[in-house]
């Protein structure tokens, strides 16, 4: 299984798998036509009390990834989002933030590979 992560700003590219757009807000300036997403992950998106929290400071980071991960352990949607990506082999996964390291799309990554868990 395989995961790779764009900018939905970005053109999509070639042999990219499932394109799914992992955000809860759709991005200003870019039509649904132009992204080209096969699917909109959105109740799989950090929510928003937590993105207003986190608001993007660097040194929020670490705690931001372990309230997140709380949120998908939750949600039964990451594991039915897992078996969708188990079937088709390859995802992309694509966000909206200017930060290419550090955003929800790379936690949500991490997560559905089972990389970087934190259980509790």
């Known amino acids: 299984m395989e995961i ?22 759709w991005p200003r ?4 036509s132009r992204a080209g ?7 799989l998106a950090p929510s928003a009390e937590l993105r207003k929290w986190y608001s993007h400071e660097p040194e929020k980071w670490e705690e931001f990834r372990t309230r997140y991960i709380s949120e998908l352990m939750a949600n039964p ?5 897992r078996k969708l990506i188990e079937e088709k082999g390859k995802a992309t996964f694509l966000y909206a933030s ?6 929800s799309a790379s936690v949500l990554r991490d997560y559905i590979l089972g ?3 934190q259980e509790g």
């Open 98 to 103: 200017r930060e290419r390291e550090r955003n």
């Open 115 to 117: 990389e970087n868990h």
């Open 37 to 43: 997403i096969d699917l909109w992950a959105r109740d």
């Open 29 to 32: 300036g870019i039509s649904k």
């Open 77 to 81: 949607d990451a594991t039915k989002l």
């Open 4 to 25: 790779r992560l764009r900018r939905i700003y970005d053109d999509p590219g070639k042999d990219e798998g499932v394109r799914i757009f992992v955000e809860r807000l």
